[in-house]
């Protein structure tokens, strides 16, 4: 199963063309080819990149970790890793960049 990303409207454009250019083999759709644009409500960013059947990458660390959490559970899904948002700035150039700690805004969920 081949894995496939969705990018958020808020998104660091650089961060899909050098994932596209550096391993052109990554499916990784960009805002505007799903009909995301700014003011679409989280819930549903998350609903349409869910029905493609991609991971969604946002900068957005302020309402998409509840949102995402709330999601979850109002779906009965059980994930894998959580929610991380990207930081914002550059990280493709940056040689700082550390991913974002895994948020505890998650509760781990039982499988049946």
């Given at each position: 199963?081949?894995?496939?990303?969705?990018?958020d409207?808020?998104?660091?454009?650089?961060?899909?063309?050098?994932?596209?250019?550096?391993?052109?083999?990554?499916d990784?759709?960009?805002?505007?080819?799903?009909?995301?644009?700014?003011?679409?409500?989280?819930?549903?960013?998350?609903?349409?990149?869910?029905?493609?059947?991609?991971?969604?990458?946002?900068?957005?660390?302020?309402?998409?970790?509840?949102?995402?959490?709330?999601?979850?559970?109002?779906?009965m899904?059980?994930?894998?890793?959580?929610?991380?948002?990207?930081?914002?700035?550059?990280?493709?150039?940056?040689?700082?960049?550390?991913?974002?700690?895994?948020?505890?805004?998650?509760?781990?969920?039982?499988?049946l």
């Open positions: 199963m081949k894995i496939r990303f969705q990018a409207n808020d998104l660091n454009e650089h961060i899909v063309r050098a994932v596209k250019r550096l391993r052109p083999d990554i990784f759709q960009t805002a505007p080819a799903l009909g995301l644009h700014l003011g679409v409500p989280d819930e549903q960013v998350l609903e349409s990149a869910a029905q493609e059947g991609r991971i969604l990458v946002s900068h957005d660390g302020k309402t998409m970790p509840n949102c995402f959490a709330q999601y979850i559970a109002q779906h899904v059980t994930v894998q890793g959580g929610c991380r948002p990207v930081p914002a700035g550059d990280p493709v150039n940056s040689r700082e960049w550390r991913p974002a700690p895994p948020t505890d805004a998650i509760p781990p969920r039982r499988t």
